[in-house]
């Protein structure tokens, strides 16, 4: 592999092969910029002048005017009014002005680094990625022309003892449009949304699904998993109101398993412990306990518990706590503490499984006096529900409250 | 200023809103008096009324003595009678669980802790200053005693105060 050109993303490319649109840059797993074979190479920026130094010996002569080339090229891009908008803003500014009052910002914020903003800093600006969307807005129907010449392919390309079904072949895939093959077989519409699941056309379910479609489970399948569902799982499924296939996709890890043991006047009995935690990795939570002589009851027990007893967590961001938190169960004594973005879950494992099912990325935990694995695992959810909400206390004083992170940036998250 | 005092009507306070009880006496001095209007003010209890020994009248729809009303009669402080003067508070509970959860004391009789401004502000942002641990729980209050009266942290940081840290209250 050449460290010229960096690995790609697998995830980035799945929409790159039918795109004919600009070219966008692969996401980075370097801070070096990309090398594309096809661009000649950036040239380094000058060294020996730094940002004061300019700023000092700044001249009016350093304020051009544009040339006549860069007014054609701005042509390109502007409408007329648009471009004498422009004119008339670079006359309305004295370049002995821009010369005398050019100053190095000082504000809180400020850029930290210098940047003409003409480019994509892999290590400094968001990646840009490949549009996720089927859509090609620059596809077009096939003219009579391109048609003839499909045919002329088809022809040419055609095998001594071409049969209908050849013909119908051809007639059936010839692609009507020119642009992205997923625009014309699979578009995307708010106005009319997917009528069928996939792998089902107008006239039911079929069996073989469309070459697009890449989907291993139809809606067929599913139910059969239902009916074959065991006792307990349908007890669940009923409690619950989640499918098979929707308990499947639940996030379960089993964190304790410990043998214990009764003693009765026959003799010792031994049977499995095991606690599990249960989530959908967006804000519910649950843990389950499960004992039984026959592990694999233990555990599918400990399971349905865990899903049956999820509740939501209070997240704040859908990443970290609210403030900081304590439980106590037993000798466990802990306290989970909320974290800035980035952050991530710099707790033990227990903690962090836990935060993982229930959709935390950012917190920090301490825990203290004893570390029993299973009071851990109480304790942990114990602090978790033992969350308050802000808007709850506000309302109790008699407050108004508002999260300033929502107040900057017009209210945008990111 | 008695911090022991003050130290007794933080537990009373704990152990009042504990119990559920919508109204309690503390003994009045000016301390207390300027604390618990400051508490009013950030809305953890409802009502601070100066009175006797005996509990002043109480409001006919809420319950809590509120110190005004339709025949209420406000006994003036004198001399004679400021010995016996309690003050009169309401407690709040919202959802059933108070308003004023937990208020502990941060100075204590034997070991006074100020803060400047600078520290203050670090601790607003939820560090630590000092001996002083950072306000991190939402809605957690700091009080202190300064120069212009008793202020809730913030309100220090915005006007440039600071002094003597007295209790946090959650």
């Known amino acids: 592999m050449s460290f010229g050109r960096p690995p790609r993303c697998l995830f980035c490319s799945f929409s790159r092969a039918a795109a004919n649109g600009p070219r966008v840059p692969r996401r980075q797993f370097q801070l070096s910029a990309a090398q594309f074979a096809d661009k000649p190479n950036k040239k380094p920026v000058e060294k020996g002048v730094t940002l004061k130094q300019l700023s000092e010996n700044m001249k009016p002569e350093d304020f051009k005017p544009y040339t006549k080339k860069e007014k054609a090229y701005l042509k390109k891009h502007y409408t007329p009014e648009q471009l004498a908008a422009i004119e008339a803003g670079e006359a309305a500014i004295d370049p002995k002005d821009m010369a005398e009052q050019f100053r190095i910002r000082k504000d809180p914020m400020k850029l930290m680094y210098l940047d003409d903003f003409s480019v994509v800093e892999p290590g400094i600006d968001k990646h840009v990625r490949a549009p996720e969307s089927n859509s090609d807005y620059n596809a077009t129907l096939k003219t009579e022309e391109d048609f003839i010449d499909d045919f002329a392919k088809f022809i040419s390309e055609m095998p001594e003892k071409a049969t209908v079904s050849d013909w119908v072949r051809f007639a059936e895939q010839n692609r009507m449009t020119i642009g992205k093959e997923e625009n014309e077989l699979n578009p995307n519409s708010s106005l009319v949304p997917d009528l069928f699941q996939p792998g089902e056309t107008i006239d039911g379910p079929s069996d073989k699904p469309h070459n697009y479609y890449d989907v291993s489970r139809t809606p067929n399948q599913v139910a059969k998993e239902d009916k074959e569902a065991s006792e307990a799982l349908k007890v669940l499924m009923k409690n619950t109101g989640y499918s098979a296939s929707e308990i499947a996709s639940l996030k379960t890890k089993t964190l304790v398993r410990k043998s214990v043991v009764n003693q009765t006047r026959l003799g010792k009995i031994r049977s499995e412990y095991v606690l599990t935690v249960a989530g959908n990795g967006n804000g519910l939570l649950g843990i389950g306990e499960g004992k039984s002589q026959e592990p694999p009851d233990a555990n599918i027990q400990a399971v349905y518990r865990a899903i049956r007893n999820m509740k939501p967590v209070p997240r704040y961001e859908n990443r970290t706590i609210f403030g900081d938190v304590t439980g106590k169960v037993g000798a466990v004594e802990l306290k989970l503490m909320s974290r800035p973005p980035g952050f991530g879950l710099r707790c033990q494992s227990l903690i962090y499984e836990m935060c993982r099912a229930a959709g935390i990325s950012d917190i920090a935990a301490r825990v203290e006096r004893a570390r029993n694995p299973m009071n851990t695992v109480k304790a942990a959810y114990q602090a978790l529900m033992s969350q308050r909400d802000p808007e709850e206390i506000a309302r109790a004083r008699g407050k108004k409250l508002v999260d300033v992170r929502k107040v900057y940036y017009s209210g945008r998250r990111n | ?170």
Not at chain 2, 87 to 107: A, D, F, H, T
Not at chain 2, 139 to 168: H, M, N
């Open chain 2, 1 to 170: 200023m008695s911090l022991v005092n003050l130290a007794h009507v933080c537990s009373h306070l704990n152990n009042a809103t504990k119990a559920r009880l919508g109204f309690t006496s503390i003994p009045n001095s000016n301390l207390h008096l300027k604390l618990c209007l400051a508490l009013q003010n950030d809305g953890f209890i409802s009502s601070v009324v100066r009175g006797g020994p005996e509990a002043p009248p109480m409001h006919n729809l809420l319950g809590i003595p509120t110190g005004h009303g339709e025949g209420y009669y406000v006994e003036p402080v004198t001399q004679i009678n400021v010995a016996s003067r309690r003050l009169w508070l309401g407690l709040k509970y919202w959802q059933s669980q108070p308003v004023l959860s937990k208020i502990s004391m941060v100075s204590k009789p034997t070991r006074r802790l100020t803060i400047d401004v600078a520290g203050l502000r670090e601790v607003v942002r939820g560090q630590k200053s000092g001996y002083i641990e950072g306000l991190r729980s939402p809605g957690e209050s700091l009080y202190l005693s300064t120069d212009k009266g008793i202020k809730e942290a913030r309100e220090c940081v915005e006007k440039k105060l600071g002094g003597l840290v007295l209790c946090r209250v959650l």
